[in-house]
């Protein structure tokens, strides 16, 4: 199973909306509704941000919303914080009891 | 709040196993998936299988199969993941993870809480 596809970084100055895509195959993204998405400061854990496409867990904020179209699912970070600066992973479903990670995207604040 | 906490950093040798614990406290444990995801220097996170353990049976992912056991103890709201022939490629964090859904499967689900991650060196 292949990794999803995200690009390597991307950058955004305080107070601005960004978004990160996640490209995957008809297999995995595009045949299910199963897409996370997960936050990674360096040395601790994942932390989950965004769960079947769209749902936030309880008590999040309403800055990150989550949305798919086809293949590729999306990760939008709207009035960009310092502390948002991380990395993000998403996560599909991929079919036969498996589950497949993207590569990872370094989200830098300017 | 539930918490996972998992077993201390391990030095193994190539080709021999680990076996890593993940214990579960605050909350229930047998109906909620647990995964193992691992993590290399530097690279990104990857799925290695989960289980639940009120039912028993394991998931794995292919690259892992034959090289991976997950199993759950019940009565010490323990997971554990054991992984043998390792490899210097094996070296990582890894992590188990509790999957948000009650009674959920293991693979079509999210992750909500964490434990804080074992590092496994593999080094002759």
């Known amino acids: 199973q292949s990794a999803l596809t995200q690009p390597a970084s991307v950058s955004g100055s305080p107070g601005q909306s960004i978004t990160i895509s996640c490209t995957g195959t008809?297999?995995?993204?595009?045949?299910?509704?199963?897409v996370s998405w997960y936050q990674q400061h360096p040395g601790k854990a994942p932390k989950l941000m965004i769960y079947?496409?769209?749902k936030r867990p309880s008590g999040f904020s309403n800055r990150f919303s989550g949305s798919k179209s086809g293949n590729t699912a999306s990760l939008t970070i709207s009035g960009l914080q310092a502390e948002d600066e991380a990395d993000y992973y998403c996560?599909?479903?991929?079919?036969?009891?498996?589950?497949?990670f993207g590569g990872g995207t370094k989200l830098t604040v300017l | 709040q539930v918490q996972l906490v998992q077993s201390g950093a391990e030095v193994k040798k190539p080709g021999s196993s680990v076996k890593v614990s993940c214990k579960a406290s605050?909350?229930?444990?047998?109906?909620?998936?647990i995964s193992w995801v691992r993590q290399a220097p530097g690279q990104g996170l990857e799925w290695m299988g989960g289980?639940?353990?009120?039912?028993?049976?394991?998931n794995y992912a292919q690259r892992f199969q034959g090289r991976v056991t997950i199993t759950a103890d019940e009565s010490t709201s323990t997971a554990y993941m054991e992984l043998s022939s390792l490899r210097s490629e094996d070296t990582a964090v890894y992590y188990c993870?509790?999957?948000?859904?009650?009674?959920?499967?293991?693979?079509?689900?999210?992750?909500?809480?964490w434990g804080q991650g074992t590092m496994v060196t593999v080094s002759s």
């Open positions: 993870a509790r999957s948000i859904t009650i009674f959920g499967a293991v693979a079509n689900d999210a992750f909500d809480i």
């Open positions: 605050g909350g229930t444990f047998s109906s909620y998936g």
């Open positions: 289980i639940i353990p009120i039912f028993g049976t394991a």
């Open positions: 008809s297999s995995d993204v595009g045949d299910y509704n199963y």
């Open positions: 079947d496409v769209t």
């Open positions: 996560c599909s479903y991929a079919g036969n009891s498996t589950l497949v």
